[in-house]
T-cell receptor, first 115, second 110 residues
């Protein structure tokens, strides 16, 4: 199993540009989560999906952030326009209903730097 | 107040030492508890779940005190490879998602 796949692994962009992060969950997992990690705030949940439907987006910082899951094997997190304070590591994670202890498997993350 | 609070450390211990981490959580409706491990510049990975009766996995022992809303992790006979950040995680209170503490950094020294 390839695990959760994220791309790109690193992204450097300029303020005002659109950024799109991509995630492929583990096959058969029906939950997908997007997290953001910074030194100041730690690991924060942004949004999660169940069976491709957004369930809780209360962690999305503001309207500049949007997430989609068009099918069970693909999700995107978009930031438009990006700002320097969006610089962070963005993790995608997936899990399976009834899985062992509801374990979430994380992707390697996308390290975003907004100049 | 944060939902999950941990001492950030770092804890610097020699190889072979026993070290304990503590964590408190604020939501009394929390139902599931975990310890995740995160290596530097890597993703978090599940270390172990925490059960009410306490549980052990090799050198690692986790305990839960629901009355005090307190979780602990004990590592015996520390190895250099145990150096990492340990994240206390809770789930529940009507949410499927996990709530992470900010982590406790452990550095095991030769």
């Amino acid at each position: 199993d390839a695990g959760v796949i994220q791309s790109p692994r690193h992204e450097v962009t300029e303020m005002g540009q659109e950024v799109t992060l991509r995630c492929k969950p583990i096959s058969g997992h029906d939950y997908l989560f997007w997290y953001r990690q910074t030194m100041m705030r730690g690991l924060e949940l942004l949004i999660y999906f169940n069976n491709n439907v957004p369930i809780d987006d209360s962690g999305m910082p503001e309207d500049r952030f949007s997430a989609k899951m068009p099918n069970a094997s693909f999700s995107t997190l978009k930031i438009q326009p990006s700002e320097p304070r969006d610089s962070a590591v963005y993790f995608c994670a997936s899990s399976r209903s009834g899985g062992r202890g509801n374990e979430q498997f994380f992707g390697p993350g996308t390290r975003l730097t907004v100049l | 107040r944060k939902e999950v609070e941990q001492d950030p450390g770092p804890f610097n211990v020699p190889e072979g030492a026993t070290v304990a981490f503590n964590c408190t959580y604020s939501n009394s409706a929390s139902q599931s508890f975990f310890w995740y491990r995160q290596d530097c510049r890597k993703e978090p990975k599940l270390l172990m779940s925490v059960y009410s009766s306490g549980n052990e996995d090799g050198r690692f022992t986790a305990q839960l005190n629901r009355a005090s809303q307190y979780i602990s992790l004990l590592i015996r006979d520390s190895k250099l490879s145990d150096s990492a950040t340990y994240l206390c995680v809770v789930k529940g209170g009507g949410r499927r998602a996990l709530t992470f503490g900010s982590g406790t950094r452990l550095q095991v020294q030769p």
